[in-house]
Nanobody, 115 residues
Framework: QVQVVESGGGLVQPGGSLRLSCAVS????????LAWYRQPPGKQRQLIAA???????AYHDSVKGRFTISRDNDGASAYLDMNRLKPDDTAVYYC?????????WGQGTRVTVSW
């Protein structure tokens, strides 16, 4: 059984930092592309960062230079380091593991950026 579990969300002040974690089990983790999506209140889910099995990363313009995606194949985990957070970053953040037509999602972790 495949499990994708996000953690690390919470309330943070503007300008602060958070690290989200994604623990994956039940797949050959090293062969999958890992991605982080977010869904702000009342809006659609959006891809914000992805990292391939070759460790190549890409980012949405809205987070480029502030967020960093990484992966630990030995620990079957992915991470999203978020810096200089803004109120617009408030959303539920989801981890996704994908390999061709295999597609697995976590339940999400909520990030709120506010005073």
């Amino acid at each position: 059984q495949v499990q994708v579990v996000e953690s690390g969300g919470g309330l943070v002040q503007p300008g602060g930092s958070l690290r989200l974690s994604c623990a994956v089990s039940g797949i050959d983790f090293s062969t999958y592309t890992l991605a982080w999506y977010r869904q702000p209140p009342g809006k659609q889910r959006q891809l914000i960062a992805a990292i391939t099995y070759l460790n190549k990363a890409a980012y949405h313009d809205s987070v480029k230079g502030r967020f960093t995606i990484s992966r630990d194949n030995d620990g079957a985990s992915a991470y999203l380091d978020m810096n200089r957070l803004k109120p617009d970053d408030t959303a539920v953040y989801y981890c996704n593991a994908r390999l061709q037509d295999l597609d697995y999602w976590g339940q999400g972790t909520r990030v709120t950026v506010s005073w």
